[in-house]
T-cell receptor, first 113, second 114 residues
Framework: AQSVTQLDSQVPVFEEAPVELRCNYS??????LFWYVQYPNQGLQLLLK??????LVKGINGFEAEFNKSQTSFHLRKPSVHISDTAEYFC???????????FGTGTRLLVSP | KAGVTQTPRYLIKTRGQQVTLSCSPI?????VSWYQQTPGQGLQFLFE???????NKGNFPGRFSGRQFSNSRSEMNVSTLELGDSALYLC?????????????FGPGTRLTVL
């Protein structure tokens, strides 16, 4: 079975500060890794995904994530956040061959001026 | 290209009733998945349909069912509603159902059970 752990339920940061949202996963099979963002009263939007190849993945809105196989981590980073980045962020995995996202519990990013 | 649409956006029902939610995927997409989002359990996979066939199923009771039509539109039905069924129900579509393709999410249907 697969599981995803997002240790931080809430991360407060000031505008223009860097941020890292942590994600660890466990799986007995190969997985694809994703980060989604959910703005209030909206569905989920894909930020970035790791399928294979370079372990550093760049996504939309200036976000990037690094896949670390030995630590089974896929942390999300942004060098300088904006107020508009305030949202809930979900890390997720899909086992290879399935179409079933397994989500972490989410991290609420709160950006203040 | 229009995104994934879900109707209705909001729904209020009472315990014991049944409800049907609808999802129209992006044109050309053949796979539709459903997820339940609650504050306590987070986002949980319900089921996935591809070309009118259920391919994957999550750990939900039989009160939760779904179907997909030939035009890829999907419906989800919940019978004998319980208070705990109050949630945001999200559907997502992808064109071929492959694991590595992005799932595009709709805005969700917020179901409140009184």
């Amino acid at each position: 079975a697969q599981s995803v752990t997002q240790l931080d339920s809430q991360v407060p940061v000031f505008e223009e500060a860097p941020v890292e949202l942590r994600c660890n996963y466990s799986s007995s099979v190969s997985v694809y890794l994703f980060w989604y963002v959910q703005y209030p009263n909206q569905g989920l939007q894909l930020l970035l995904k790791y399928l294979s190849g370079s372990t550093l993945v760049k996504g939309i809105n200036g976000f990037e994530a690094e896949f670390n196989k030995s630590q089974t981590s896929f942390h999300l980073r942004k060098p300088s956040v904006h107020i508009s980045d305030t949202a809930e962020y979900f890390c997720a995995v899909i086992p290879e061959g399935f179409q079933k996202l397994v989500f972490g519990t989410g991290t609420r990013l709160l950006v203040s001026p | 290209k229009a995104g994934v649409t879900q109707t209705p956006r909001y729904l209020i029902k009472t315990r014991g009733q049944q409800v049907t939610l609808s999802c129209s995927p992006i044109s050309g997409h053949r796979s539709v998945s459903w997820y339940q989002q609650t504050p306590g359990q987070g986002l949980q996979f319900l089921f996935e349909y591809f070309s009118e066939t259920q391919r994957n199923k999550g750990n939900f009771p039989g009160r939760f069912s779904g179907r997909q039509f030939s035009n890829s539109r999907s419906e989800m039905n919940v019978s004998t509603l319980e208070l705990g069924d109050s949630a945001l129900y999200l559907c997502a579509s992808t064109w071929d159902g492959s694991s590595y393709n992005e799932q595009f999410f709709g805005p969700g249907t917020r179901l409140t059970v009184l």
